[in-house]
């Protein structure tokens, strides 16, 4: 019943944007905060961006500050990670979260991401 569904990885080529979202279902969207993690091959699944329930705080990893932007739109129970100036290193597959506290986590199936020339 729950769901949270990501779309809009693909091929882009380095200095390219690419604009994700993550549509849920199946339990009250708004009263979670929500996460972007992405994980490349033979790496470790690492916290890309994060926001509160509400929208009004958001927090980035060191590696994308300034390039990505998290947001969410709780009247479309959906939200979205702007790419911008990507960068091979940012090639990985990128999963949605949503957590609440005292109720647990809920991730995604992920979305890939390749920066290639």
């Known amino acids: 019943q729950v769901q949270l569904v990501e779309s809009g990885g693909g091929l882009v080529q380095p200095g390219g944007s690419l604009r994700l979202s993550c549509a849920a279902s199946g339990f009250t969207f708004s009263s979670y905060s929500m996460s972007w993690y992405r994980q490349a091959p033979g790496k470790e699944r690492e916290l890309v961006a994060g926001?509160?329930?509400?929208?009004?705080?958001?927090n980035y990893a060191d590696s994308v500050k300034g390039r990505f932007t998290i947001s969410r739109d709780n009247a479309k129970n959906t939200v979205y990670l702007q790419m911008n100036s990507l960068k091979p290193e940012d090639t990985a597959v990128y999963y949605c979260k949503a957590r609440r506290y005292l109720f647990g986590d809920y991730w995604g199936q992920g979305t890939q991401v390749t920066v290639s020339s």
């Open positions: 926001i509160t329930s509400t929208g009004g705080s958001t």
